[in-house]
């Protein structure tokens, strides 16, 4: 079993930065890979940024450059620093984990999923 949760979102003004943390709770076993999607109002869900266990990161092109992925392994957590946010990027933001050796930031079905966090980005 694995919960996973997130904390920070909030609100902010366009150019302004924001800090998203994820931490899991695993009942057995090491989580190959942690990331980050998120679902804007009435649009599917996107696969934002994802890090596996030996800390390579993969980014959806929207973000990159301006959103970086970090982990602490000992505390089983992720980070998600976003800089430079624009209107756009105001959407629900869900953490994501997988016990597999596979980690896109790109369409998975990860098997688990937080409850999501809300950032919203005003103009």
């Known amino acids: 079993q694995v919960q996973l949760v997130e904390s920070g979102g909030g609100s902010v003004e366009a150019g302004g930065s924001m800090n998203l943390s994820c931490a899991a709770s695993v009942d057995s076993g090491r989580l190959y890979c942690m990331g980050w999607f998120r679902q804007a109002p009435g649009k599917e869900r996107e696969g934002t940024a994802v890090?596996?266990?030996?800390?390579?990161?993969a980014y959806a092109n929207s973000v990159k450059g301006r959103f970086t992925i970090s982990q602490d392994n000992t505390k089983k957590t992720i980070y998600l620093r976003m800089n430079n946010l624009k209107p756009e990027d105001t959407a629900m933001y869900y953490c994501v984990a997988e016990f597999e050796s596979h980690c896109i930031a790109g369409p998975y079905d990860y098997p688990y999923w937080g409850q999501g966090t809300q950032v919203t980005v005003s103009s």
């Open positions: 890090i596996d266990v030996l800390g390579r990161s």
